[in-house]
């Protein structure tokens, strides 16, 4: 089976930086993604992280360590438009499908 | 960029009725596209896996009669809940691949599903 494990809540400030941490316990590993999902609505993709190491997109990075079952998402020049939950997902090939699986989701809130 | 529609958005429906939820890939072929629920404050889970041509199927747990699922062409799947109960109501977001990627998947703006 797999394991996916975020925390469930955050809060920071706006204009800070904050790290959203996931680990992950999976058989056919075949990727991470991070998505943000506002309430109500579906997740929109932020990141896809397969080797080790940091891929940088504009105010969002995600990293991931393999041998670790850990990836995180760091934020920065946090705006009050992030106030979102961002799921972790980890995409497996065991049914041949590349089916996500998706941890709880952390709920960020920025505050002024 | 690769756009998922739903249809509808909104739905409620009595007891007993079925619901049909259609999923549409607007500007790209999906072999592949997933169904998810999604209830309040929790994560999606995976109901079932459409393929085109093929048998969806279905997660551990998820009655296949219940969730009638077709994926009758490369651009279309529908997912139509039977006997409708209000244990079902719900946020049903589905998500289709590009059948020319490995590993993105592009999520339709979802259903909120009511049942009285």
């Known amino acids: 089976g797999q394991n996916i494990d975020q925390p469930t809540e955050m809060t920071a400030t706006e204009g800070a930086i904050v790290q959203i941490n996931c680990t992950y316990q999976t058989s056919g590993f075949n990727g991470l993604f991070w998505y943000q999902q506002h309430a109500g609505e579906a997740p929109t993709f932020l990141s896809y992280n397969v080797l080790d190491g940091l891929e940088e997109k504009g105010r969002f990075s995600s990293f991931l360590s393999r041998s670790k079952g850990y990836s995180y998402l760091l934020l920065k020049e946090l705006q009050m438009k992030d106030s979102a939950s961002y799921l972790c997902?980890?995409?497996?090939?065991?049914?041949?499908?590349?089916?996500?699986?998706f941890g709880k989701g952390t709920k960020l809130s920025v505050i002024p | 960029g690769a756009v998922v529609s739903q249809h509808p958005s909104r739905v409620i429906c009595k007891s007993g009725t079925s619901v049909k939820i259609e999923c549409r890939s607007l500007d790209f072929q999906a072999t592949t596209m997933f169904w998810y629920r999604q209830f309040p404050k929790k994560s999606l889970m995976l109901m079932a896996t459409?393929?085109?041509?093929?048998?969806?199927?279905?997660e551990q747990g998820v009655e296949k009669d219940k969730f009638l699922i077709n994926h009758a062409s490369l651009t279309l799947s529908t997912l139509t809940v039977t006997s409708a109960h209000p244990e079902d109501s719900s946020f049903y977001i589905c998500?289709?691949?590009?059948?020319?990627?490995?590993?993105?998947?592009?999520f339709g703006p979802g259903t909120r599903l009511t049942v009285t």
């Open positions: 998500s289709a691949r590009d059948r020319r990627q490995h590993y993105e998947q592009y």
């Open positions: 459409s393929n085109e041509g093929s048998k969806a199927t279905y």
């Open positions: 997902a980890v995409s497996s090939s065991g049914a041949g499908s590349y089916q996500l699986t």
